[in-house]
T-cell receptor, first 113, second 114 residues
Framework: EAQVTQNPRYLITVTGKKLTVTCSQN?????MSWYRQDPGLGLRQIYY???????DKGDVPEGYKVSRKEKRNFPLILESPSPNQTSLYFC????????????FGQGTRLTVV | AQSVTQLDSQVPVFEEAPVELRCNYS??????LFWYVQYPNQGLQLLLK??????LVESINGFEAEFNKSQTSFHLRKPSVHISDTAEYFCAVSDPRYGQNFVFGPGTRLSVLP
């Protein structure tokens, strides 16, 4: 089954404790991206990657890091989480510049206290 | 840069009634237009898209949207809704030059009442 898998689905952490949210896709897609979803703001892009070792900032990259060492994986790293990073995070993948749909993971709900 | 406006944050409607979810966008270049649906506790799923050609596009579950270039709108409609259509709906645009970098609207929560 074609899918984008995020882990964990739910996470509560404390301010300043480094964490990683993993994202993996099994569709051999070149393009992957991370979004955060906040009430009234929709989804905003954090980072994206057009292929292995190629990453770039989206609209709200501050406080986040990513890496793309393998085509299938695109982890999101919060080096020092803060309460304003409490949000619902989505990973998505698609064929690069494809006009068809992007596939989204089921989301990770992160709470930073 | 693009932006997307969804004027209605919540739309309650009775089952079997028609519904329209509004979407307006601004962009200095031509864009692709999308509607995504998010059911409770799930990720986003593509509902329909406009890339070019016919301005009226349809989904497999009875939704349709019409691209209106002069009004920069892409409203979503369904003539008769079901309880199962209860979800959050996101309008999005992308710049064809940059692949799948979507700009999403804030979303409209559709609640279908029995």
């Amino acid at each position: 089954e074609a899918q984008v898998t995020q882990n964990p689905r739910y996470l509560i952490t404390v301010t300043g404790k480094k964490l990683t949210v993993t994202c993996s896709q099994n569709m051999n897609h070149e393009y992957m991206s991370w979004y955060r979803q906040d009430p009234g703001l929709g989804l905003r892009q954090i980072y994206y990657s057009m292929n292995v070792e190629v990453t770039d900032k989206g609209d709200v990259p501050e406080g986040y890091k990513v890496s793309r060492k393998e085509k299938r994986n695109f982890p999101l790293i919060l080096e020092s989480p803060s309460p304003n990073q409490t949000s619902l995070y989505f990973c998505a993948s698609s064929r690069h510049r494809d006009k068809t749909e992007a596939f989204f993971g089921q989301g990770t709900r992160l709470t930073v206290v | 840069a693009q932006s997307v406006t969804q004027l209605d944050s919540q739309v309650p409607v009775f089952e079997e009634a028609p519904v329209e979810l509004r979407c307006n966008y601004s962009s200095s270049v031509s864009v692709y237009l999308f509607w995504y649906v998010q059911y409770p506790n799930q990720g986003l799923q593509l509902l329909l898209k406009y890339l070019s050609g016919s301005t009226l596009v349809e989904s497999i579950n009875g939704f349709e949207a019409e691209f209106n270039k002069s009004q920069t709108s892409f409203h979503l409609r369904k003539p008769s809704v079901h309880i199962s259509d209860t979800a959050e709906y996101f309008c999005a645009v992308s710049d064809p030059r940059y692949g799948q970098n979507f700009v999403f609207g804030p979303g409209t929560r559709l609640s279908v009442l029995p």
